[in-house]
């Protein structure tokens, strides 16, 4: 059972063996923490990424993490569910994510991972479903991950989160 935390910050700056990115299917990059991720990880990232696209919404692939600092070794790319209203499976493809990135942490041998708050920006999930949403299935998600830190880039991100794992 991985022990859960909250924390506010950038998630480029985690000590951790993997940090998650929120991607979109060509893995090239993009914007929000994507950007942040692929600036931080070098050109390399991107390169790797397309290599291995495209990455269908709630799969997740991983790279190496190239230029960012270690202990950092893996980037975990996942694609969020574009939020649509809430009828289109968006919440389950959500869960996917997470379990997808868990189920990849296991098969790297990664034992602690970061996660943004995927789907909660660009793609408009809502954040306070997106955090019960994100706890509740690393909860409930047999991992051999001992460590799993949401890492909010805002205030009202940071609180949700923590309510949740309250
Ligand atoms: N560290 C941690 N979290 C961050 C960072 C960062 N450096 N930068 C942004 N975030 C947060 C945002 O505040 C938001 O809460 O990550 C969460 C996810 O937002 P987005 O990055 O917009 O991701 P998403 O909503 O999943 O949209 C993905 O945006 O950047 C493009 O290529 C990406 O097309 C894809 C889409």
């Given at each position: 059972m991985a022990t859960l935390e909250v924390v506010l910050g950038d998630i480029t700056g985690e000590d951790v063996d993997a940090i998650v990115t929120a991607a979109n299917?060509?893995?090239l990059g993009g914007g929000g923490v994507d950007g942040a991720v692929h600036r931080a990880a070098g050109p390399r990232l991107a390169e790797a990424g397309g290599a291995i696209a495209p990455c269908g919404p709630g799969d997740a692939k991983v790279t190496p993490a190239f230029d960012?600092?270690?202990?950092?070794?893996h980037v975990i790319h996942t694609v969020g569910p574009v939020w649509d209203?809430?009828?289109?499976?968006e919440a389950e493809i959500l869960a996917s994510c997470y379990r997808r990135c868990l189920a990849v942490a296991d098969e790297i041998g990664a034992r602690s991972v970061a996660f943004p708050?995927?789907?909660?920006?660009?793609?408009?999930?809502p954040a306070k479903q997106a955090a019960r949403i994100a706890v509740r299935t690393v909860r409930e998600t047999p991992t051999k991950v001992e460590r799993v830190r949401f890492v909010a880039f805002d205030e009202e991100t940071y609180e949700l989160l923590s309510a949740e794992l309250a």
């Amino acid at each position: 059972m991985a022990t859960l935390e909250v924390v506010l910050g950038d998630i480029t700056g985690e000590d951790v063996d993997a940090i998650v990115t929120a991607a979109n299917e060509s893995l090239l990059g993009g914007g929000g923490v994507d950007g942040a991720v692929h600036r931080a990880a070098g050109p390399r990232l991107a390169e790797a990424g397309g290599a291995i696209a495209p990455c269908g919404p709630g799969d997740a692939k991983v790279t190496p993490a190239f230029d960012l600092d270690p202990p950092v070794k893996h980037v975990i790319h996942t694609v969020g569910p574009v939020w649509d209203g809430g009828a289109y499976g968006e919440a389950e493809i959500l869960a996917s994510c997470y379990r997808r990135c868990l189920a990849v942490a296991d098969e790297i041998g990664a034992r602690s991972v970061a996660f943004p708050a995927i789907a909660t920006g660009v793609y408009g999930f809502p954040a306070k479903q997106a955090a019960r949403i994100a706890v509740r299935t690393v909860r409930e998600t047999p991992t051999k991950v001992e460590r799993v830190r949401f890492v909010a880039f805002d205030e009202e991100t940071y609180e949700l989160l923590s309510a949740e794992l309250a």
